[in-house]
T-cell receptor, first 111, second 115 residues
Framework: AQSVTQLGSHVSVSEGALVLLRCNYS??????LFWYVQYPNQGLQLLLK??????LVKGINGFEAEFKKSETSFHLTKPSAHMSDAAEYFC?????????FGAGTRLTVKP | ETGVTQTPRHLVMGMTNKKSLKCEQH?????MYWYKQSAKKPLELMFV???????ENNSVPSRFSPECPNSSHLFLHLHTLQPEDSALYLC??????????????FGPGTRLTVL
C-alpha cells in the first residue's frame, strides 16, 4: 500500500524567497503523484500532478515539482514566494483504487 | 453550477439536533468521498462511494450516516454529535477506477460547530 510523508508541518519563508515543500512517498508500483493547495476555510485545489513522461511538472501559480524515482520524492518548489502563497499544501499519491494524502505543510510568507 | 458544491457552508448545531450535509458534483464522476478535517490533524477519509455503492467506511461512528442516492449526490446525515465532531467536512469526487482516475476534485467544505 502507498503512503506519503511530508517533512515539516510548518514552513516559513520571506516574500521573494525560494519555496521548497518536501514530499516522500512509498508505492509498490509507479505512482501517480499530486500536490493540492488549501486556502483557509476552502476545499483542496489541485496545483499539479505527475502521471508519466517528463519528471518536472509545472502547475498553477508558478509552482513546479520534480518526480525523482531514485529518491522516492516529489518536492514542490517555487522560485519566488508571494504573500498569496500562504496556505496549506498537501501531497498525495494514487495507486490501485486509492488516494493517500500527506499530513500537510502550512506555508507562511513573511513580508 | 460547476465542479463540486457543498451546502451549507457553515452549520452550528446542538448535540441533540439532526442535520444533513449535502454534496453535489457536476463533473460526471462515479466516485464520491467524505473527509473530516480537524485542526492540526491529517485529512481523515470517512466514506467512499463508487457507482452509488459504499466501498469504504473507516470506522466512523454511527452518529454519521452517509447516503448516496445517485452518482451526483452525496449526503452526510448527522445526529447526536459530540463537540469533538466539530470540523471542516469536505466532499470530493473522482472518475473512479485506478491511478489517475482517482484524482479527486474537492468542494469548498462545510464548517461544522457542535455546541
Amino acid at each position: 500500500a502507498q503512503s506519503v510523508t511530508q517533512l515539516g508541518s510548518h514552513v516559513s519563508v520571506s516574500e521573494g524567497a525560494l519555496v521548497l515543500l518536501r514530499c516522500n512517498y512509498s508505492s509498490s508500483v509507479p505512482p501517480y503523484l499530486f500536490w493540492y493547495v488549501q486556502y483557509p476555510n476552502q476545499g483542496l485545489q489541485l496545483l499539479l500532478k505527475y502521471t508519466t513522461g517528463a519528471t518536472l511538472v509545472k502547475g498553477i501559480n508558478g509552482f513546479e515539482a520534480e518526480f525523482k524515482k531514485s529518491e522516492t520524492s516529489f518536492h514542490l518548489t517555487k522560485p519566488s514566494a508571494h504573500m498569496s502563497d500562504a496556505a496549506e499544501y498537501f501531497c498525495a499519491v494514487s495507486e490501485d483504487n486509492d488516494m493517500r494524502f500527506g499530513a500537510g505543510t502550512r506555508l507562511t510568507v513573511k513580508p | 453550477e460547476t465542479g463540486v458544491t457543498q451546502t451549507p457552508r457553515h452549520l452550528v448545531m446542538g448535540m441533540t439536533n439532526k442535520k444533513s450535509l449535502k454534496c453535489e458534483q457536476h463533473l460526471g464522476h462515479n466516485a464520491m468521498y467524505w473527509y473530516k478535517q480537524s485542526a492540526k490533524k491529517p485529512l481523515e477519509l470517512m466514506f467512499v462511494y463508487n457507482f452509488k455503492e459504499q466501498t469504504e467506511n473507516n470506522s466512523v461512528p454511527s452518529r454519521f450516516s452517509p447516503e448516496c442516492p445517485n452518482s451526483s449526490h452525496l449526503f452526510l446525515h448527522l445526529h447526536t454529535l459530540q463537540p469533538e465532531d466539530s470540523a471542516l467536512y469536505l466532499c470530493a469526487s473522482s472518475q473512479g477506477g485506478q491511478g489517475l482516475y482517482n484524482e479527486q476534485f474537492f468542494g469548498p467544505g462545510t464548517r461544522l460547530t457542535v455546541l
